[in-house]
């Protein structure tokens, strides 16, 4: 039997299974996984170096679904070839082989086999929660950087639809797998000519697509996106490219629901066919597999090859050295002893001390590296090769990010933290995807003043704590967010940020602070630093508004009135200790922050609620657009946040005369 009717024979097995699994589960998108067919066997049977029993293997060729809609047809194939599944054994998961009884238990709550691609709910073929279009090769860049970075010759795939191509974030990665010669990333483009409501655009033909591949840089091959021989010739092309060559991309001719002529054209997508409907697609199928195979067609030309066995060792982290160490380390200790350092300075010293302990760290960048200070670890030379210089594009540097830690590495990416929000969509498909994401935001908040409202990050502490106050897949908090007011705080929390797995969001202050603490105190995730123990008032502040609160508590000290000041520089923090200082100052509570409301304030005030107790509460933010200031003092007092109208509403909350 030939090689072509092989993988027909085994498309067409498949294609029934998606068909059937889909009308269980009501709901999916068989069409769009019955254009992948060919091209899936051709992956899976023959042209990926991996293992269905070990489908995580380090050394193992990668395949990425952008086109997360369609994954019925990876998941009819690992059923067939019995790929293990289940959650994470060091999360106390399982795993065993996937079955066709899995299969039809498709989106169901209790099932592994969820709508989209979701390695953590207990499918670890895959890399990335993928479904939020536009993603999908961002993260195989991430996986291509660490493949070179570790010496594999893994070759990862992806496959994107033709609709999706209109994503920016696709021609962001693109423009990245160019600038890096990632010629071990193979985009696929699965041209069917329809999206969701409508045929697409011409702007997404095949030919055009093609040719704004070719425009970029990469060697387009454009194919009969069913034909076998021809999708295997082009993956042995790929798998030929040498270190000088070009990187590839297939652009695949596909046909949407093909094999079954009464659901093809649009007004199919997302509708799984039933009852006669159904019967109908499948007699479509044999009368396909009649006319391409043979009643003895067979699986002896289809053969997996196994990935190399040899995997990289991954040494220990070196234990890091103390700010002022550091600061001497890297001959500033004249800078150290002038008693002020930024936040943002601070974070650019301990990435730097990061990268020469933990070879597994990688910093990102978003050409602002000069400001953030990811400089210090992108011009070390002995770090330079772990830095990603990912320009302007924000989006595809978070996802590129979650690719890196889909291979074990620990991705730290900065840019201003006004630019974060550009990313909230892949830094939530990245936290579904269980990635070990560390984000740093550098001058947040309003005391940015000269630059204006474009340039400061307002909404992203409200927006960040929404993860803090969920549960991700391994029971931690979504993610925290941290506020350091000092160098000290700062440092100490990037290190702690690498030592803890899950997503992290910290902010960072452009102008020099003066230094809070030391080296003797410690800083830890979820928890906070009481500056100043009164009996009056609890303050509650973070970042740079606990100097301010510094301040104010020099005009309340003169009023009589005895403050407790406290950095609360983690969300989520230790709730039950910061209530009982609340009850230990009267049950008045002042929130003060340099962001919109949502943030701390929110925080406190829902954990005051859900213990019962009676506690008042105030809560001071930037309550309107701000606007650029020439000084750090003038944009406060605009806003109301200034250290002395702290002190007034502190006063108010007492009853003080003001």
């Given at each position: 039997?030939?090689?072509?009717?092989a993988?027909?024979?085994?498309?067409?097995?498949?294609?029934?299974?998606?068909?059937?699994?889909?009308?269980?589960?009501?709901?999916?998108?068989?069409?769009?996984?019955?254009?992948?067919?060919?091209?899936?066997?051709?992956?899976?049977?023959?042209?990926m170096?991996?293992?269905?029993?070990?489908?995580?293997y380090?050394?193992?060729?990668?395949?990425?679904?952008?086109?997360g809609?369609?994954?019925?047809?990876?998941y009819?194939?690992?059923?067939?070839?019995?790929?293990?599944?289940?959650?994470?054994?060091?999360?106390?998961?399982?795993?065993?082989?996937?079955t066709?009884e899995?299969?039809?238990?498709?989106?169901?709550?209790?099932?592994?086999?969820?709508?989209?691609?979701?390695?953590?709910?207990?499918?670890?073929?895959?890399?990335?929660?993928?479904?939020s279009?536009?993603?999908?090769?961002s993260?195989?860049?991430?996986?291509?950087?660490?493949?070179?970075?570790?010496?594999l010759?893994?070759?990862?795939?992806?496959i994107?639809?033709?609709?999706?191509?209109?994503?920016?974030?696709?021609?962001?990665?693109?423009?990245?797998?160019?600038?890096?010669?990632?010629?071990?990333?193979?985009?696929?483009?699965?041209?069917?000519?329809?999206?969701?409501?409508?045929?697409?655009?011409?702007?997404q033909?095949?030919?055009?697509?093609?040719?704004?591949?070719?425009?970029?840089?990469l060697?387009?091959?454009?194919?009969?996106?069913?034909?076998?021989?021809?999708?295997?010739?082009?993956?042995?092309?790929?798998?030929?490219?040498?270190?000088?060559?070009?990187?590839?991309?297939?652009?695949?001719?596909?046909?949407?629901?093909?094999g079954?002529?009464?659901?093809?054209?649009?007004?199919?997508?997302?509708k799984?066919?039933?009852?006669?409907?159904?019967?109908?697609?499948?007699?479509?199928?044999?009368?396909?597999?009649l006319?391409?195979?043979?009643?003895?067609?067979?699986?002896?030309?289809?053969?997996?090859?196994?990935?190399?066995?040899q995997v990289?060792?991954?040494?220990?982290?070196?234990?890091?050295?103390?700010?002022?160490?550091?600061?001497?380390?890297?001959?500033?200790?004249?800078?150290?002893?002038?008693?002020?350092f930024a936040?943002?300075?601070?974070?650019?010293?301990?990435?730097?001390?990061?990268?020469?302990?933990?070879?597994?760290?990688?910093?990102?960048?978003?050409?602002?590296?000069?400001?953030?200070?990811?400089?210090?670890?992108?011009?070390?030379?002995?770090?330079?090769?772990?830095?990603?210089?990912?320009?302007?594009?924000?989006?595809?540097?978070?996802?590129?990010?979650?690719?890196?830690?889909?291979?074990g590495?620990?991705?730290?990416?900065?840019?201003?933290?006004?630019f974060?929000?550009?990313?909230?969509?892949?830094?939530?498909m990245?936290?579904?995807?269980?990635?070990?994401?560390?984000?740093?935001?550098?001058?947040?908040?309003?005391?940015?003043a000269?630059?204006?409202?474009?340039?400061?990050?307002?909404?992203?502490?409200?927006w960040?704590?929404?993860?803090?106050?969920?549960?991700?897949?391994?029971?931690?908090?979504?993610?925290?967010?941290?506020?350091?007011?000092?160098?000290?705080a700062?440092?100490?929390?990037?290190l702690?940020?690498?030592?803890?797995?899950?997503?992290?969001?910290?902010?960072?202050?452009?102008?020099?602070?003066?230094?809070?603490y030391?080296?003797?105190?410690?800083?830890?995730?979820?928890?906070?630093?009481?500056?100043?123990?009164?009996?009056?008032?609890?303050i509650?502040?973070a970042?740079?508004?606990?100097?301010?609160?510094?301040?104010?508590?020099?005009?309340?000290?003169?009023?009589?009135?005895?403050?407790?000041?406290?950095?609360?520089?983690?969300?989520?923090?230790?709730?039950?200790?910061?209530?009982?200082?609340?009850?230990a100052?009267?049950?008045?509570?002042?929130?003060?922050?340099?962001?919109?409301?949502?943030?701390?304030?929110?925080?406190?005030?829902?954990?005051?609620?859900?213990?019962?107790?009676?506690?008042?509460?105030?809560?001071?933010?930037?309550?309107?657009?701000?606007?650029?200031?020439?000084?750090?003092?003038?944009?406060?007092?605009?806003?109301?946040l200034?250290?002395?109208?702290?002190?007034?509403?502190?006063?108010?909350?007492?009853?003080?005369?003001?």
């Amino acid at each position: 039997m030939s090689f072509e009717a092989a993988v027909h024979a085994k498309a067409i097995q498949l294609d029934h299974l998606v068909l059937d699994m889909c009308a269980a589960a009501g709901s999916g998108h068989p069409t769009s996984a019955l254009s992948l067919g060919q091209i899936t066997v051709v992956l899976m049977y023959h042209s990926m170096r991996w293992s269905p029993d070990h489908p995580r293997y380090p050394t193992s060729d990668r395949l990425v679904l952008s086109e997360g809609h369609a994954v019925p047809i990876i998941y009819a194939a690992c059923a067939d070839l019995g790929v293990m599944i289940g959650k994470d054994p060091a999360l106390g998961g399982t795993l065993r082989p996937m079955t066709r009884e899995d299969a039809m238990s498709l989106r169901r709550l209790e099932s592994p086999i969820d709508g989209h691609p979701n390695p953590m709910e207990g499918f670890p073929f895959f890399d990335a929660a993928t479904g939020s279009l536009g993603q999908g090769l961002s993260v195989a860049a991430g996986l291509g950087i660490a493949a070179r970075s570790d010496g594999l010759d893994r070759r990862i795939y992806c496959i994107i639809g033709d609709g999706e191509s209109r994503e920016g974030q696709i021609w962001e990665a693109l423009d990245l797998i160019v600038d890096r010669k990632l010629n071990n990333v193979l985009p696929i483009f699965n041209c069917n000519q329809y999206g969701q409501s409508d045929r697409v655009s011409g702007q997404q033909s095949a030919e055009t697509i093609a040719a704004k591949l070719e425009a970029f840089g990469l060697q387009p091959a454009v194919i009969d996106g069913h034909d076998p021989k021809a999708i295997r010739s082009a993956f042995e092309k790929f798998a030929k490219l040498g270190p000088a060559d070009a990187p590839m991309a297939v652009v695949a001719k596909t046909v949407k629901g093909w094999g079954t002529p009464s659901l093809q054209g649009g007004g199919w997508h997302g509708k799984p066919a039933t009852g006669e409907r159904l019967q109908a697609a499948h007699e479509e199928l044999d009368a396909a597999r009649l006319s391409l195979t043979t009643s003895l067609a067979s699986d002896d030309q289809l053969k997996i090859y196994p990935p190399a066995e040899q995997v990289p060792a991954r040494e220990e982290p070196k234990d890091a050295p103390s700010f002022a160490g550091a600061m001497r380390q890297f001959d500033m200790q004249s800078t150290f002893q002038t008693g002020k350092f930024a936040t943002r300075r601070a974070y650019g010293l301990a990435l730097r001390v990061l990268g020469h302990a933990n070879d597994e760290v990688f910093a990102l960048d978003a050409d602002v590296k000069n400001s953030t200070f990811a400089e210090w670890f992108a011009n070390d030379k002995a770090l330079a090769s772990r830095f990603v210089e990912c320009r302007i594009a924000e989006q595809n540097m978070f996802s590129v990010a979650a690719g890196l830690s889909a291979a074990g590495k620990v991705p730290f990416c900065s840019t201003f933290a006004k630019f974060a929000t550009r990313g909230y969509d892949q830094i939530e498909m990245a936290i579904n995807s269980g990635a070990n994401l560390k984000i740093v935001g550098s001058h947040a908040g309003i005391t940015l003043a000269a630059d204006g409202p474009s340039q400061m990050a307002l909404p992203d502490v409200a927006w960040f704590r929404a993860f803090a106050s969920m549960r991700d897949h391994r029971g931690n908090p979504g993610c925290y967010v941290l506020q350091p007011a000092d160098a000290f705080a700062a440092y100490a929390l990037t290190l702690a940020m690498a030592e803890y797995t899950g997503a992290c969001y910290m902010r960072t202050l452009r102008t020099d602070v003066e230094f809070l603490y030391d080296d003797r105190t410690l800083f830890n995730l979820g928890k906070f630093e009481v500056l100043n123990r009164g009996k009056d008032l609890l303050i509650v502040a973070a970042g740079y508004m606990v100097h301010e609160c510094n301040k104010a508590l020099e005009l309340l000290d003169k009023a009589g009135v005895d403050a407790t000041l406290v950095d609360l520089y983690s969300i989520p923090f230790d709730t039950d200790s910061l209530l009982d200082l609340a009850n230990a100052n009267g049950g008045n509570i002042l929130t003060v922050e340099d962001n919109y409301g949502g943030g701390i304030g929110s925080a406190v005030a829902d954990a005051c609620a859900e213990a019962g107790d009676s506690f008042t509460i105030q809560q001071l933010f930037v309550r309107r657009i701000p606007k650029s200031a020439l000084t750090e003092d003038d944009i406060l007092r605009s806003c109301g946040l200034h250290h002395a109208d702290v002190a007034k509403a502190a006063l108010r909350m007492v009853g003080v005369e003001v």
